[in-house]
């Protein structure tokens, strides 16, 4: 996919161009201007001309480090797609490269993530293996391949996760979104992929660029949708712009190594001291990944173009946004901006892993808390609901636990502009698996995967949820087991219903028909919301519209209990019976009243 191409150079000029970023551009995108990065021994001293009618040259950018320039080229309204030829000369001495131009294609892409979505989290690395001969790539500085060590690579792959795209579909997950795929050379713990080392590259131990593109494609053709993991706070150590700085300023530098704070706090306390939000937001996440400075137009420029790129490319559909507090606000207001000009219906939500709803709102847009900066932002990975399903299964309700900790959560909604743009889950990569943090009660887990699939939001499952995988994060590797079923020599497969434990196929079954009643049915998706306070440890809600009620009841208490009905004539008053969507049958309770076990979640469409 690489589309430059060298013509007629000699070494005797003492000049090459290893690089040119981004890779190629498109005729006819709404912004007709870009930057490319040019890198090469002393490429920086050149003069340069474009020939041809189409681009225009509009500067030429000379950095302090002379083994680059950065062109700024307008793209002309009237430009065909094609090869334009940039000429590159130092006295008499000249190089010739070609940069393409593409036509825009009319692939379907960028159609947001919404919350009629069911989002499946996969880091690749972890889920399947479908081609052997990447699993291990020359000239890589991790060669590394054991499945018995967690902090190895094991040799899941692109491809893997294509052939297991059926499996998804039957389940009921409308959208994918992977952790980082793209080039991680790094010594060490490559396979995570949050610390890139190219930014135009997908890993080659994942596969390659056309075979991602081959991945949209495959998912867009089942009617579901591509999210790709952008990481702008940081890339990794090892990344060529690293290692050959632009300049003195393309990474937030200190006199000596200074680590984020991770205090949130910082960027929105009245009271804060400078030092305190500089150290928050400039300083590095860890020593292997260098903070990049979103306060230099170049960073900017080079952060969002490839952030165009990818979509333009892969046909992606939403971004999730790592680390989100640790990017500079301003800049994501304007990085925002920009990909919606070209892209109108495009979707994001940002990782705002945060103690306290306020502090969460802080970071989205419209400025509904009183944001010094608009940020733009859609949505946030919902970690104060995260928490608090987790309390109301294990706490004993008292004024502010166990299950008053959910109702008070989700009463404060009011601080979102659009709380059905958050992302609802119960665990992911970082966190423990939530089977291990409810005690691998089997009663707890259906319960709160029932809330999941039935609460305002967009939900997302995170690969094995659904066959009771487990474990805590400590070390973050025991999260990320392998996908039994997707390597060879695996003792059994959970991909299909032979493969799997009764408790599993247990367990999947009730996901899937959680999932898939939720898929079908709008209510669920975009349906208002109604909860009551919990009484004797018992929460109640409803999701409705004009066409459908659905009553959702979940006893957090560890012995049975008898739940009168009448106390919520707002929404069932004249109902005629209650569909139980897991047991498939109606019911129609006596004296007004229901039984719950305990632990128990029962979800009703209300038949009127």
Avoid at 78 to 90: D, E, H, L, N
Avoid at 133 to 159: F, I, T
Avoid at 193 to 201: I, K, R
Wanted: net charge neutral.
């Amino acid at each position: 996919m690489v589309a430059l191409t060298v013509l007629g150079w000699s070494p005797l000029l003492g000049q090459s161009i290893q690089r040119v970023e981004p890779l190629n551009w498109w005729v006819g995108m709404e912004n007709p201007t870009l930057q490319l990065v040019v890198y090469g021994p002393q490429i920086g001293k050149s003069e340069v001309q474009v020939e041809d009618k189409g681009i225009e040259l509009v500067k030429i950018n000379r950095v302090e480090n002379p083994n680059y320039l950065f062109l700024d080229v307008k793209v002309a309204a009237s430009a065909q797609p094609g090869w334009s030829t940039f000429t590159f000369r130092q006295g008499k001495k000249k190089l010739t490269y070609r940069y393409e131009l593409k036509q825009r294609d009319q692939k379907v892409k960028a159609q947001g993530v919404n919350s009629a979505d069911l989002i499946y989290l996969i880091m690749p690395d972890r889920f399947a293996n479908g081609n052997k001969a990447n699993d291990q790539v020359k000239g890589m500085l991790d060669m590394s391949l054991n499945r018995d060590s967690m902090y190895l690579r094991h040799g899941g792959d692109l491809e893997g996760i294509i052939g297991k795209l059926d499996y998804l579909q039957d389940l009921g997950v409308t959208s994918l979104w992977l952790t980082p795929v793209l080039t991680n050379d790094m010594p060490q713990a490559s396979y995570h992929g949050y610390a890139n080392t190219e930014t135009y590259h997908i890993d080659p131990r994942f596969g390659s660029n056309d075979t991602y593109v081959q991945l949209g494609e495959q998912l867009h053709r089942r009617q579901m949708k591509l999210i790709f993991d952008v990481v702008p706070n940081h890339i990794g150590s090892y990344h060529w712009t690293v290692k050959d700085k632009p300049m003195a300023d393309w990474l937030n530098e200190w006199p000596s190594y200074t680590q984020t704070s991770y205090k949130d706090q910082a960027v929105f306390d009245p009271y804060a001291s400078a030092d305190d939000k500089k150290k928050m937001v400039k300083g590095w996440f860890v020593p292997t990944m260098p903070d990049m400075n979103e306060q230099n137009p170049y960073v900017q420029n080079y952060l969002t173009q490839s952030h165009i790129w990818w979509i333009e490319t892969a046909a992606i559909d939403g971004f999730r946004i790592d680390t989100y507090p640790y990017n500079d606000l301003d800049f994501m207001a304007k990085w925002t901006d920009r990909i919606l000009q070209e892209y109108p219906k495009f979707t994001f939500f940002g990782e705002t892993w945060v103690h306290g709803v306020a502090n969460q709102a802080y970071f989205l847009g419209g400025k509904r808390v009183g944001q010094d900066v608009d940020s733009k932002l859609m949505g946030v990975t919902d970690f104060q609901l995260n928490y608090a399903i987790g309390d109301a299964l294990n706490q004993k309700t008292e004024w502010t636990a166990g299950a008053n900790k959910l109702y008070s959560t989700l009463a404060s909604d009011f601080l979102y502009p659009h709380p059905a743009q958050n992302v609802l889950f119960l665990d992911n990569h970082d966190k423990d698996r939530f089977f291990s943090v409810v005690g691998e009660n089997v009663q707890k887990y259906k319960s709160a995967m029932a809330w999941l699939m039935t609460t305002r939001g967009i939900p997302q499952l995170y690969y094995g949820a659904e066959i009771l995988m487990k474990n805590f994060s400590n070390p973050d590797g025991l999260l990320r087991e392998d996908f039994q079923g997707g390597f060879i020599g695996d003792k059994s497969n959970k991909f299909t219903a032979d493969g799997r434990t009764k408790a599993e196929q247990d367990m999947w079954s009730y996901v899937q028909t959680l999932a898939n009643y939720r898929k079908q049915h709008t209510v669920l998706q975009t349906g208002k919301t109604m909860q009551y306070v919990p009484e004797d440890g018992v929460y109640v809600y409803f999701r409705y519209n004009e066409k459908q009620t659905v009553m959702v009841v979940m006893n957090c208490n560890d012995v049975a209990k008898e739940l009168k009905l009448d106390r919520f004539r707002e929404r069932n008053n004249q109902v005629k019976s209650y569909f139980d969507i897991i047991q498939k049958q109606e019911t129609n309770p006596v004296d007004h009243s229901l039984k719950l076990d305990a632990y128990e979640t029962k979800v009703f469409e209300l038949k009127f």
